[in-house]
């Protein structure tokens, strides 16, 4: 077992202690028209001082554009597909681009995203699900997360109001901001159950006095 190896099964183990079994594919190959890329990339307003994870990267069409137009310091993809990888990397040596765009063939659920400042994902609505307690544990304040065409459910988007996206064309693009995304909705919904109790007390003094 090399050392990457090690790391990928500490973090499987961690997975599995915290959120049970590990998710596998979680969506199939379909990549996002290279349009929709760049606006996704402007919504998150990715620029030098970002790092880019994207989190079933396909064919990397989101790492190269994130590092050659947006310039951001680094793109990072985790992908399951071995020859799709290689082809990155093939691309990566061909560009230069060394140290600036990395590849994991692997698990995207067990990407440490910490050092990530924008997640991009275009899975399915379940594997954005899965992946939620992990961006809302290891994403820092500030951080942006863009899906193209599946919400984030349970999260509220920077746009709010309705549509809660942006559109391209037929493409729906969320985007989030850490810890607002997820912050507010649980601090309404304590407020909910604040004011429901609120409502419960007040009916049963009124009984009371009636
Ligand atoms: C819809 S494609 C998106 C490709 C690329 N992000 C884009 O927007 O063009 C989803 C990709 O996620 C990969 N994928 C699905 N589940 C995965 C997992 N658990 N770990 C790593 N990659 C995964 C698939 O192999 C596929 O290439």
């Known amino acids: 077992m090399d050392g990457g190896d090690r790391r990928m099964s500490s973090a499987q183990e961690r997975w599995s202690y915290r959120w049970g079994p590990l998710p596998s594919s979680v969506a199939p190959y379909v990549p996002t028209p290279i349009q929709v890329v760049r606006r996704m990339l402007e919504l998150a307003e990715a620029g030098e001082d970002d790092v880019v994870y994207d989190l079933g990267c396909g064919d990397g069409r989101i790492l190269f554009t994130a590092v050659e137009e947006f310039g951001v310091k680094k793109a990072v993809g985790y992908e399951l597909n071995a020859s799709m990888c290689e082809s990155i990397m093939r691309r990566?040596?061909?560009r230069g681009l060394e140290g600036r765009i990395e590849v994991v063939n692997g698990n995207l659920f067990l990407a440490d995203l910490r050092?990530?400042?924008?997640?991009t994902l275009y899975l399915t609505t379940s594997?954005?699900?899965?992946l939620r307690p992990k961006l809302e544990e290891e994403l820092r304040p500030g951080a942006r997360v863009?899906?193209?065409d599946f919400p984030i459910r349970g999260w509220r988007t920077v746009k709010g109001g309705y549509p809660d996206h942006y559109s391209y064309g037929t493409h729906r693009i969320y985007v989030y901001r850490v810890p607002d995304a997820f912050r507010i909705v649980y601090e309404d919904s304590g407020d909910d159950r604040w004011r429901r109790l609120r409502e419960i007390f007040l009916r049963l003094e009124r009984g009371n006095r009636d």
Do not use: D, Q, T, W
């Not at 594997?127 to 899965?130: Q, V």
């Open 92 to 94: 990566v040596r061909e």
């Open 115 to 119: 050092e990530a400042s924008i997640v």
């Open 127 to 130: 594997g954005n699900s899965k």
């Open 146 to 148: 863009v899906s193209h």
